[in-house]
């Protein structure tokens, strides 16, 4: 039975800062009320406590002197984090991750230290917050003032004395055919994260069109969801996409008053976001909200790994190919403090998982290894995500379908101008 993603809030604490800690506990968590947490306590060396608030982990192993908290996807990473030990070496641990592919984040407590990890693009949440000896670590920044996001890729060692963090992530540079390569990366991972059953957030642009594609040649039940203005182009697009593709679609037409209930309600979760994370996180909202399915599969981070955003072509233009793509990579980077956890936290606290399977370290490497003057053109028609395109005409996707251009979600189906005016 499928109880929702996990989450969970720890402290490293003082024995005399218990209270104090439990005060501030209380307020953070009213904000995730929907969820049931459990309570775990441990004594730690140098008079320290571990204090951990959890729901629905994929994995905890706890033992008498420490524990193990796993949250990742797909759901056959368990198999892999069920090896780790409270004594595990950061070398072994550093080495396991690598031979992963998937989407985690955890930590180990003994009771000498924390060892915390992330995946390679941090497509789960992750913050942390050292103190005068003490630690908070929490799935988003909202739980912990002040709180920063663990870099993906990493993996960080706290005690009472010192911090420090090391890389475990180490890309694989791809040689040869890059569309072949792409082509056999995007259908591989895609059959392993696209769930049996899953909604789809449905724009009609390229990224969601592919991941209804594919996913229709791996059988997978979808329920396409499309949300904006009656007369936007998402939602004209997006059913005629479904059209050709022979898909059914759920249209969700928002006016000002379901977009003023959908910012008062996502406003809630979200560290001072701007009028863009509001309205991206409300398409996110409507769209787990009216799913029938608990997974929620979005094309974020094409965009980024593919050069899909008409700034690129400017800047490339402008200052050339290299500045374009050390700008490219720059957002790559960030993606995990600008959409990731904005975008998983507002699915989450439905109840419902958000997957991003272009993120999946597969097509990460692929994305990374590929040439910027494959993604992107400087002549005047301004191709972009032309890789990506290239892999759909193999894929034997129709034409019409390969080439439309595609403006960004918040633009193309209004909900931002709509924002604009209430907010």
Same mark, same amino acid.
């Given at each position: 039975m499928y109880n929702g993603a996990g989450v969970f809030q720890l402290a490293v604490v003082g024995k005399n800062k218990i209270r104090e800690y439990d005060k501030t506990l209380e307020k953070k968590l009213e904000i995730l /009320? =929907?969820?049931?947490?459990?309570?775990?306590? %441990?004594? %730690? /060396? *140098?008079?320290?406590?571990?204090?951990?608030?959890?729901?629905?982990?994929?994995?905890?192993?706890?033992?008498?002197?420490? +524990?193990?908290?796993?949250?990742?996807?797909?759901?056959?990473?368990? *198999?892999?984090?069920?090896? +780790?030990?409270?004594?595990?070496?950061?070398? /072994?641990?550093g080495e396991m991750l690598n031979n992963i592919d998937g989407f985690f984040t955890?930590?180990?407590?003994?009771?000498? #230290?924390?060892?915390?990890?992330?995946?390679?693009?941090? =497509?789960?949440?992750?913050?942390?917050?050292?103190?005068?000896?003490?630690?908070m670590v929490a799935s988003f920044k909202k739980m912990v003032d002040s709180s920063t996001s663990l870099p993906p890729g990493r993996i960080m060692v706290w005690n009472n004395r010192s911090l420090k963090i090391y890389r475990w992530f180490k890309w694989k540079h791809l040689d040869g055919d890059h569309v072949e390569e792409l082509k056999n990366r995007l259908v591989d991972a895609f059959s392993r994260y696209l769930p049996e059953s899953f909604s789809l957030g449905f724009s009609g642009g390229l990224d969601s069109v592919l991941i209804a594609y594919v996913g229709s040649m791996l059988g997978r039940r979808i329920e396409c969801i499309t949300v904006g203005a009656e007369d936007s182009i998402d939602s004209q697009w997006a059913e005629e996409a479904a059209l050709q593709l022979g898909l059914k679609l759920k249209k969700i037409l928002i006016d000002e008053k379901l977009v003023k209930n959908t910012v008062d309600a996502v406003s809630r979760y979200l560290v001072e976001p701007n009028i863009m994370d509001?309205? +991206?996180?409300?398409?996110?909202?409507?769209?787990?909200?009216?799913?029938?399915?608990?997974?929620?599969?979005?094309?974020?981070?094409?965009?980024?790994?593919?050069?899909?955003?008409?700034?690129?072509?400017?800047?490339?233009?402008?200052k050339g190919l290299e500045y374009a793509q050390g700008v490219m990579m720059k957002d790559i980077l960030e993606l995990h403090k600008t959409n990731i956890e904005r975008d998983y936290l507002t699915v989450m606290t439905l109840g419902k998982r958000l997957i991003q399977p272009y993120l999946a370290k597969k097509i990460y490497e692929a994305a990374l290894s590929t040439p910027i003057n494959m993604k992107i053109k400087l002549e005047n028609n301004s191709n972009r995500?032309?890789?990506? #395109?290239?892999?759909?005409?193999?894929?034997?996707?129709?034409?019409?379908?390969?080439?439309?251009?595609?403006?960004? %979600?918040?633009?193309?189906?209004? +909900?931002?101008?709509? =924002?604009?005016s209430i907010v």
């Open positions: /009320d =929907a969820l049931r947490f459990q309570e775990r306590y %441990l004594e %730690l /060396d *140098n008079d320290l406590v571990m204090i951990l608030h959890y729901s629905n982990p994929s994995f905890l192993n706890e033992e008498s002197r420490g +524990i193990v908290y796993v949250e990742c996807y797909p759901d056959d990473l368990v *198999n892999f984090f069920e090896k +780790i030990r409270l004594d595990t070496s950061l070398e /072994d641990l955890g930590f180990i407590v003994d009771k000498s #230290r924390v060892v915390m990890f992330r995946d390679h693009v941090g =497509a789960i949440p992750y913050s942390y917050k050292v103190g005068d000896e003490s630690l509001l309205s +991206i996180a409300s398409v996110f909202y409507l769209v787990a909200t009216n799913s029938v399915y608990n997974f929620i599969v979005s094309g974020q981070g094409a965009d980024e790994l593919f050069g899909g955003y008409y700034k690129y072509v400017k800047l490339g233009r402008e995500k032309i890789i990506l #395109r290239k892999v759909g005409r193999m894929l034997k996707l129709p034409d019409e379908l390969v080439w439309k251009p595609k403006k960004a %979600l918040q633009y193309s189906s209004k +909900i931002q101008k709509i =924002a604009f």
